[in-house]
C-alpha cells in the first residue's frame, strides 16, 4: 500500500473543486494541493509561462512526497502534460482527456461544445482530444475568461454573473450542441446558474468528475482506518485562499503554508 499522498495543482483556489471531487470519492489518501495564487491567473500567459510554472508548481509536489500528480488546471493541462508526462518520475494526470471521454460519452447528437480560458481554447486541446477519440463529434468551442474573476469575487448569484453567461453561451448555443463541457476548474462553482441558462436538454460535463473517475481506474483505492490527512499550499494571499476554500469545501482548512516558487523555492 502506497501511503504517499496524491498531489494536485492548479493556478489557484479554482483546483480546490478538483480536490473536493477526490477527497470524496479517496477518503483514506493524503492529499497535497498547491494553488499558485501569487501568479494566477494561468489562462491569458503564453504557452512557455504556463509550461514553465506547471513544471515548478509539480516538482514542487513531488519534493513533498506526491506519488501522482493531479494537473487541476485545464490551461496546464492543455499546455504543457506532455512536458510534465515526459519530465517527471510520477505518473501525471491531466484533465482534458478524461473530460473529452466523459463529453463524447454524454453526447448523443456529436455535437459538444467547450467553455474555457483563453490559453485553454487557443490550445485547441478539447477538440482534439474530441476527434482522436471520436472523428464524428463537432466541437464549438469559447473562451469565457470573465468567468474566473467573477467566480473569484464569490459573485456565483450575481446578476452580473448572469449577464456574462447570457453574452457568452448565447452565440455557443445556436449550434444544436447537447453536451458542454465546463473546461475550467472554476466553472463547476458556478455551474447551476449556467445549466440555468443553457436548459435541461444540454448536459454539463464537468472536468473535476471526469478526473476523478480516471483517478479511480489507476489507483487502487486505499482501505484503512484512518481518515487521509489534507495539506494545502499557495504562493500568496493565504487568507483569500482560506475563506473561498471554506465555502468551496464546506470545511475549516487547518493546515495552509506558504510557499515561493521560482528558480529554488522556499516555505515562509
Ligand atoms: N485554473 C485555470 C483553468 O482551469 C483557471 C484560472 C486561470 O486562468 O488561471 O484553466
Redesign the pocket.
Known amino acids: 500500500m502506497d501511503k504517499r499522498p496524491i498531489g494536485i495543482f492548479?493556478?489557484?483556489i479554482?483546483?480546490l473543486t478538483v480536490f473536493k471531487e477526490i477527497r470524496k470519492r479517496f477518503p483514506f489518501e493524503d492529499i497535497i494541493y498547491f494553488g499558485d495564487t501569487a501568479r494566477?491567473?494561468?489562462?491569458?500567459k503564453s504557452r512557455n509561462t504556463v509550461i514553465e510554472y506547471s513544471i515548478q508548481n509539480a516538482r514542487f509536489l513531488i519534493q513533498q512526497g506526491a506519488k501522482i500528480i493531479v494537473v487541476?488546471?485545464?490551461?496546464s493541462s492543455a499546455t504543457a502534460l506532455t512536458q510534465l508526462q515526459n519530465l517527471l518520475p510520477v505518473p501525471v494526470l491531466g484533465v482534458i482527456e478524461p473530460g473529452a471521454l466523459s463529453a463524447i460519452n454524454t453526447s448523443t447528437n456529436k455535437r459538444i461544445g467547450v467553455i474555457?480560458?483563453e490559453?485553454?481554447i487557443r490550445s485547441q486541446a478539447y477538440s482534439s482530444a474530441i476527434s482522436k477519440l471520436d472523428e464524428s463529434c463537432s466541437v464549438f468551442s469559447k473562451p469565457c475568461p470573465l468567468f474566473?474573476p467573477l467566480v473569484e469575487e464569490g459573485w456565483e448569484d450575481h446578476e452580473v454573473t448572469q449577464l456574462t453567461i447570457r453574452e457568452y453561451l448565447t452565440s455557443l448555443l445556436q449550434n444544436d450542441i447537447d453536451t458542454l463541457v465546463l473546461g475550467?476548474?472554476?466553472y463547476p462553482i458556478i455551474k447551476s446558474s449556467i445549466q440555468k441558462f443553457v436548459g435541461d436538454k444540454i448536459s454539463l460535463v464537468d472536468s473535476a468528475q471526469a478526473v476523478t473517475d480516471k483517478l479511480d481506474e489507476i489507483l487502487p483505492n486505499r482501505e484503512s482506518k484512518v481518515i487521509g490527512k489534507n495539506r494545502f499550499y499557495v504562493s500568496d494571499n493565504e487568507e483569500k485562499f482560506n475563506s473561498i476554500a471554506s465555502k468551496i469545501l464546506d470545511l475549516e482548512i487547518e493546515k495552509l503554508i506558504k510557499v515561493k516558487l521560482g528558480e529554488g523555492w522556499f516555505i515562509n
Do not use: E
Open positions: 492548479d493556478s489557484g479554482g483546483g494566477v491567473p494561468y489562462g491569458p487541476a488546471c485545464n490551461t474555457g480560458t490559453g485553454t474566473v475550467c476548474t472554476h
